[in-house]
């Protein structure tokens, strides 16, 4: 089983709202990574680190931030919720030299 | 980053060999394919990986010709809960951002 966690599992929040989304891993991966999907729809890269101190952008543009401040922790912050931030956020990791990346079991997100 | 194409459906029926292609014309040397299951409000599962000829494990083959321009995903005797969405990727081992595409939905009937 994949060591990666993500707190909470599901959150209903009220608009403009700041929210923490949490994900950790056990593994010493390297590589971590944020989706956003809705359901039946694709995932969309929004955020992505390839160490301590090194966070990238996505290729969906996203009002949230994400810091990597330990290699473990790779949490992702949304400043001002909005209903159209109501979503799934998904969480994985890999390890550098390879290609399979594990998955977090995800937080599913409303902002009313 | 290499491209993927894939149906956007499939349908089977319990007991049936299935068979999903994914193109990626534009493969590159250091790339490897990679193929995902997902199920409803879950977070994808990695599969099978190869780089070419052909893979297996115990839950699917993968099958990748020569030119590595497409590669197949082979699931012997589907079952109901095969059921999922499958995703093929194509990215090396160091810095790829592991982009997942629409994906191939799964539909097993009994």
């Known amino acids: 089983e994949a060591d990666i966690y993500q707190t909470p599992r599901y959150l209903v929040i009220g608009t403009g709202k700041k929210i923490t989304l949490e994900c950790s891993q056990t593994?010493?991966?390297?590589?971590m990574y944020w989706y956003q999907q809705d359901p039946g729809m694709e995932l969309h890269l929004i955020h992505y680190s390839y160490g301590v101190n090194s966070t990238e952008k996505g290729d969906l543009s996203s009002e949230s931030t994400v810091s990597r401040i330990r290699t473990e922790h790779f949490p992702l912050t949304l400043e001002s919720a909005r209903p159209s931030h109501t979503s799934q956020y998904l969480c994985?990791?890999?390890?550098?030299?390879?290609?399979?990346?594990?998955f977090g079991q995800g937080t599913r997100l409303t902002v009313v | 980053l290499a491209k993927t194409t894939q149906p956007i459906s499939m349908d089977s029926y319990e007991g049936q060999e299935v068979n999903i292609t994914c193109s990626h014309n534009n493969i590159a040397t250091n790339d490897y394919i990679t193929w995902y299951q997902q199920f409803p409000s879950q977070g994808p599962r990695f599969i099978i990986q190869g780089y070419k000829t052909k893979v297996t494990n115990e839950v699917a083959s993968l099958f990748i010709p020569a030119d590595r321009k497409s590669s197949t995903l082979s699931l012997p005797r589907v079952s109901l809960s095969d059921t999922a969405v499958y995703y093929c990727?194509?990215?090396?081992?160091?810095?790829?951002?592991?982009?997942f595409g629409k994906g191939t939905m799964l539909l097993v009937s009994p």
């Open positions: 994985a990791s890999r390890s550098g030299d390879r290609t399979e990346a594990f």
């Open positions: 593994m010493g991966h390297d590589k």
């Open positions: 990727l194509v990215g090396d081992r160091g810095y790829s951002t592991l982009t």
